[in-house]
């Protein structure tokens, strides 16, 4: 069991938006603005999308998006691509200097 | 630009060690905490270790508490990982990540492309 909770699955059309949801606590995602995304597509090293809520690195399209509410986090993608379809994780610092992760939502772009 | 290239993976039967190794390039080492991670065939990503710059503050996950030992070569642009007192559930891709700055609270990417390690009998 992950200690972030995030839908196993999501699906939408090219050109709409989803958001996914992690939910944690107040001892890490609520408590910490270090809350991270990341995107991994099959066979692929995961890839850092959204970090401190809501920053993105250098090169990732302002299609992505992230926000926070008490111990929810979400990640926004709006304008979907095919490209977009892969698995997303989010993580979190912890009040015990760890990083945990959420299981994973399955993106499918229909 | 930044490069992670792991190794030292391999096949290891249970209660035996093994050391991974990260050879990072295209940035300042000493400047950024660096983490390993894991990924089970099939399954999420876990988080295992993380080493601030300096290597004076470092955390484990409570599942390799005790068991795994993270460390760093600044000089050699280098960071490990000894296993000890393998688990057939430690079989994963293991992954090396540069962290956004230079302590355990900034997030991590970029990635490696990771090591396998398969632990059997």
């Known amino acids: 069991q992950s200690a972030l909770t995030q839908p196993a699955s999501v699906s939408g059309s090219p050109g709409q938006s989803i958001t996914i949801s992690c939910t944690g606590s107040s001892s890490d995602v609520g408590g910490y603005k270090s809350v991270s995304w990341y995107q991994q597509h099959p066979g692929k090293a995961p890839k850092l999308i959204i970090y401190e809520v809501s920053d993105r690195p250098s090169g990732v399209p302002d299609r992505f998006s992230g926000s926070k509410s008490g111990n929810t986090a979400s990640l926004t993608i709006s304008g979907l691509q095919a490209e977009d379809e892969g698995d997303y994780f989010c993580?979190?610092?912890?009040?015990?200097?760890?990083?945990?992760f959420g299981g994973g939502t399955k993106l499918t772009v229909l | 630009e930044v490069q992670l290239v792991e190794s030292g993976g391999g096949l290891v039967q249970p209660g035996r060690s093994l050391r991974l190794s990260c050879a990072a390039s295209?940035?300042?080492?000493?400047?950024?905490?660096m983490h390993w991670l894991r990924q089970a065939p099939g399954k999420g990503l876990e988080w295992l270790s993380g080493?601030?710059?300096?290597?004076?503050?470092?955390a484990y996950a409570d599942s390799v508490k005790g068991r795994f030992t993270i460390s760093r070569d600044n000089a050699n642009n280098s960071l490990y990982l000894h296993m000890n007192n393998l688990r057939i559930e430690d079989t994963a891709l293991y992954y090396c990540?540069?962290?956004?700055?230079?302590?355990?609270?900034?997030?991590?990417?970029?990635w490696g492309l990771g090591a396998l390690v398969t632990v059997s009998s």
């Open positions: 295209g940035f300042t080492f000493d400047d950024y905490a």
């Open positions: 080493i601030v710059w300096h290597s004076g503050s470092i």
């Open positions: 990540a540069k962290a956004r700055g230079p302590w355990l609270q900034n997030s991590f990417g970029p």
């Open positions: 993580s979190s610092y912890t009040n015990r200097a760890q990083w945990v």
